[in-house]
């Protein structure tokens, strides 16, 4: 059972949070007492804190007489206690500005976002490339080139159109191109890549009543490949060397450890994903499930292209970031993004 905090208790949390975000060195009691500015005093202040270590909100590193917040306080703070930020007009004129005068090809984009995310928090950004989920061939056509040669060309549902040769091994007539067209619009579009299978296939080459079965099997294995790479996202990261300018990572190991966990493929599965519910998405130290994030947080957002498609933002720090003010500025940037990618 969850224990309830005294308003007094998180109000102290609360400043030793805002302290060591700041300060990067253990609180003690009086400075406590001063960010308070209430007449409680230092030897009450001193209770509390010892309770809230007690508790796991706070821990006291070997060196020093003072506190720093636990993953359980940050988490604490950030659900209920850190002040919302409020971006400047400054700050929001910078990141409309920076997009509007970087804005160039949409394969340039995605690093480019990176970057500036990078700019404007002053931590390591991450961006994530843009992908559809419910992405599928909305068309097919086959087209004879000579007997044994076609070109299969598909559009997707996002409006991306591919061509690929094909040499058969196996001339084919007019009928059976025709033939082919209409078994792979009618049994292969608008359905997920995981329907493509070879089931259907012989399902649609028995209702056509033609041996079509190569073409067929060319055009789905080509429809599979263009699909596979449209939902495969890639993980770009910016600003890497940012993670020194926190005394938590001066150890240089230590550093290169959480930097090539986050450019690694294989993190995209272990990031907080943003939902409706959540636009912003907070993982605080040790809610972090693989070790090199353990001693870092991270913070993500969305952003959608005209089609339809999400892509992730976001940036990895210490524990201490200011939350407040980081998630403030990337969902800002985000969203700004996103009006840009869709007028």
Same mark, same amino acid.
């Given at each position: 059972?969850?224990?309830?905090?005294?308003?007094?208790k998180k109000q102290? !949390? &609360?400043a030793?949070?805002?302290?060591y975000?700041?300060?990067a060195?253990?609180v003690?009691? &009086?400075?406590?007492?001063?960010?308070?500015?209430?007449?409680?005093?230092?030897?009450?202040?001193?209770?509390?804190?010892?309770? !809230?270590?007690?508790?796991?909100?706070?821990?006291?590193?070997?060196t020093?007489?003072?506190r720093?917040?636990?993953?359980?306080?940050?988490?604490?703070?950030?659900?209920?206690?850190?002040?919302?930020?409020?971006?400047?007009?400054?700050?929001?004129e910078?990141?409309?500005?920076?997009?509007?005068?970087?804005?160039?090809? !949409?394969?340039?984009?995605i690093?480019?976002?990176?970057?500036?995310?990078?700019?404007?928090?002053?931590?390591?950004?991450?961006?994530?490339?843009?992908?559809?989920?419910?992405?599928?061939?909305?068309?097919?056509?086959?087209?004879?080139?000579?007997?044994?040669?076609?070109?299969?060309?598909?559009?997707t549902?996002?409006?991306?159109i591919?061509?690929r040769?094909?040499?058969?091994?196996?001339?084919?007539?007019?009928?059976?191109?025709?033939?082919?067209?209409?078994?792979?619009?009618?049994?292969?579009?608008?359905?997920?890549?995981?329907?493509?299978t070879?089931?259907?296939?012989?399902?649609?080459?028995?209702?056509s009543?033609?041996?079509?079965?190569?073409?067929?099997?060319?055009?789905?294995?080509?429809?599979?490949?263009?699909?596979?790479l449209l939902?495969?996202?890639?993980?770009?990261l910016?600003?890497?060397?940012?993670? !020194?300018?926190?005394?938590?990572f001066?150890?240089?190991?230590?550093?290169?450890?959480?930097l090539?966990?986050?450019?690694?493929?294989n993190?995209?599965d272990f990031?907080?994903?943003?939902?409706?519910?959540?636009p912003?998405r907070?993982?605080?130290?040790?809610?972090?499930?693989?070790?090199?994030?353990?001693?870092a947080?991270?913070?993500?957002?969305?952003?959608?292209?005209?089609?339809?498609?999400?892509?992730?933002?976001?940036?990895?720090?210490?524990?201490?970031?200011?939350?407040?003010?980081?998630?403030a500025?990337?969902?800002?940037?985000?969203?700004e993004?996103?009006?840009?990618?869709?007028?």
């Open positions: 059972m969850k224990l309830e905090l005294s308003e007094r102290i !949390l &609360k030793i949070v805002d302290d975000i700041q300060t060195e253990p003690g009691s &009086k400075a406590v007492t001063l960010r308070l500015n209430t007449n409680i005093s230092s030897a009450t202040v001193r209770n509390e804190m010892a309770e !809230l270590e007690r508790l796991g909100y706070l821990e006291q590193p070997h020093s007489a003072g720093v917040p636990s993953s359980l306080g940050y988490r604490l703070y950030v659900d209920e206690l850190m002040n919302r930020y409020t971006l400047t007009r400054h700050e929001i910078d990141a409309v500005q920076s997009i509007s005068l970087r804005m160039g090809e !949409l394969d340039r984009l690093t480019e976002a990176g970057r500036m995310v990078s700019e404007l928090t002053n931590q390591p950004a991450i961006a994530v490339s843009p992908v559809s989920e419910g992405e599928a061939v909305r068309r097919f056509e086959v087209i004879r080139v000579d007997e044994s040669t076609v070109v299969l060309v598909l559009v549902t996002s409006d991306l591919k061509n040769i094909c040499r058969l091994n196996f001339p084919l007539s007019d009928l059976e191109v025709t033939a082919a067209n209409r078994a792979l619009n009618a049994h292969f579009t608008n359905i997920p890549i995981e329907e493509l070879d089931v259907r296939i012989a399902q649609a080459e028995n209702e009543g033609m041996e079509i079965s190569e073409i067929l099997v060319a055009a789905i294995d080509f429809a599979s490949e263009v699909l596979h939902m495969r996202r890639d993980i770009y910016s600003g890497a060397s940012r993670i !020194l300018n926190y005394p938590e001066h150890e240089p190991g230590k550093a290169m450890a959480l090539e966990c986050i450019a690694d493929h993190t995209i990031l907080p994903l943003p939902d409706e519910r959540h912003v907070i993982r605080i130290g040790t809610e972090n499930r693989i070790a090199p994030l353990r001693d947080s991270i913070i993500m957002t969305s952003y959608k292209t005209a089609k339809g498609a999400t892509g992730l933002l976001g940036v990895v720090g210490p524990t201490r970031m200011d939350y407040a003010k980081v998630s500025r990337l969902k800002r940037f985000a969203d993004l996103s009006d840009l990618l869709n007028s």
